[in-house]
C-alpha cells in the first residue's frame, strides 16, 4: 500500500500522504465500505473519483484505526471521534491528511504555470506587490496553500481569500513557516502555517496553536 510519507507534528498532530496506484478491487481489499459509503461511491460517475474516496479513508484508517469521517452541514470533513479533528486535501493521485487535538488545516497543490493567472484573484494587493517583485510560480502556489489551509480552520463558506486572509511574505519557496490570519464577519484566526516543496507539489499545514 502506497502510505508514501507519515510525519508527526508536535504532542497530538501526525501528517499522512497516500500516492493512488490500486485498483478499486484492491483498495478495498484493505478498506471495506460501510453501506453508507457504499452508496457514496456509487453515486460517482468517474472512477478516480471512487478511488480517491476509498484511499482517503485508507489513509485515514492508518492514522486513526478506531474512527470514521463523517462531515458537517457545511461540508468540512470531522470525525466521529470528540479529540480528533482532520483536515484533507488531493490532487491527481496524492491525498493528504493531517490529524490533530485541534480545528487544523492541510492543502496540497500541483504546481502549474496556469496559478499565474488567478493570482489577482486571491492574494491581497500588499501580497500580489510583493509577488510581482519576483514572479516565482512556486510562491504564488505557496501562497494559494497556506491560504488553503487556514480556510479550512474555519470551515465556512463565503470566505475571500483576497480579503479575508492574510499571509505574511513568502520568500524561501521550498520550505518554509509564515503566519496567517483569517478575518471575517468579527472572527479572527491567526496561526503559524508550514509548507514545503514535495515531489511536484506544495504541501501546507497549519501549526498547533500556542
Not at 468540512?76 to 490532487?91: A, G, Y
Request: overall charge neutral; glycine content about 4%; proline content about 3%.
Amino acid at each position: 500500500m502506497p502510505l508514501i510519507h507519515i510525519k508527526k507534528l508536535g504532542f497530538s498532530a501526525t501528517l499522512g500522504i497516500w500516492e493512488v496506484t490500486e485498483t478499486e478491487i484492491e483498495l478495498q481489499k484493505f478498506y471495506v465500505p460501510n453501506k453508507e459509503e457504499q452508496a457514496t461511491i456509487s453515486s460517482f460517475t468517474h472512477s478516480f473519483r471512487r478511488l480517491q474516496f476509498l484511499a482517503t479513508r485508507l489513509l485515514f484508517q492508518t492514522l486513526v484505526p478506531d474512527a470514521k469521517i463523517k462531515y458537517d452541514q457545511n461540508g468540512k470533513p470531522i470525525t466521529d471521534l470528540e479529540n480528533i479533528n482532520l483536515s484533507i486535501s488531493h490532487t491527481g493521485k496524492l491525498i493528504a491528511i493531517l490529524i490533530d487535538k485541534d480545528c487544523c488545516g492541510i492543502d496540497i497543490e500541483s504546481i502549474h504555470p496556469r496559478i499565474e493567472r488567478i493570482a489577482h484573484k486571491y492574494l491581497s494587493e500588499v501580497e500580489l506587490l510583493e509577488c510581482k517583485k519576483d514572479p516565482i510560480v512556486e510562491r504564488l502556489h505557496a501562497y494559494w496553500a497556506v491560504k488553503e489551509a487556514m480556510y479550512k480552520i474555519y470551515g465556512f463558506k463565503n470566505i475571500s481569500f483576497k480579503t479575508d486572509i492574510f499571509v505574511e511574505i513568502i520568500s524561501n519557496t521550498e520550505k518554509g513557516k509564515v503566519k496567517a490570519t483569517l478575518i471575517h464577519e468579527g472572527e479572527k484566526i491567526s496561526r503559524m502555517v508550514h509548507y514545503e516543496r514535495f515531489k511536484d507539489c506544495i504541501l501546507a499545514w497549519t501549526e498547533q496553536p500556542s
